[in-house]
């Protein structure tokens, strides 16, 4: 049975930071790449960062650069995403998503909520 389960969302202050993780099972992890996406009330769920399989590349979306950093432990079927510098835009469900060839699996999401 393929699962994909985030924990680290929160509430947070602006400005401050978490590490979202997604542990993956049931599928061969190191050949999937890996993608964390967000979705805001009201809003469509948007690409935040993806990495490759053996991590040589990542692509970040313009508004998380700088600030964002997705990383694997593949060893661990893990992708981490972490967040500095976080402000009231991010707040959202963010979803992490395996994907390979025409096989996509999905997490069920945890909220981060940037609040003063």
């Known amino acids: 049975q393929v699962q994909l389960v985030e924990s680290g969302g929160g509430l947070v202050q602006p400005g401050g930071s978490l590490r979202l993780a997604c542990v993956s099972s049931g599928f061969p992890f190191n050949r999937y790449g890996m993608s964390w996406y967000r979705q805001a009330p009201g809003k469509e769920r948007e690409l935040v960062a993806d990495i490759s399989q053996n991590s040589w590349s990542r692509n970040y979306a313009d508004f998380v650069k700088g600030r964002f950093t997705i990383s694997r432990a593949n060893a661990q079927n893990t992708v981490y995403l972490q967040m500095n510098s976080l402000n009231v835009e991010d707040t959202a469900v963010y979803y992490c998503?395996?994907?390979?060839?025409?096989?996509?699996?999905w997490g069920q999401g945890t909220q981060v909520t940037v609040s003063s």
């Open positions: 998503k395996a994907a390979s060839g025409s096989s996509t699996y």
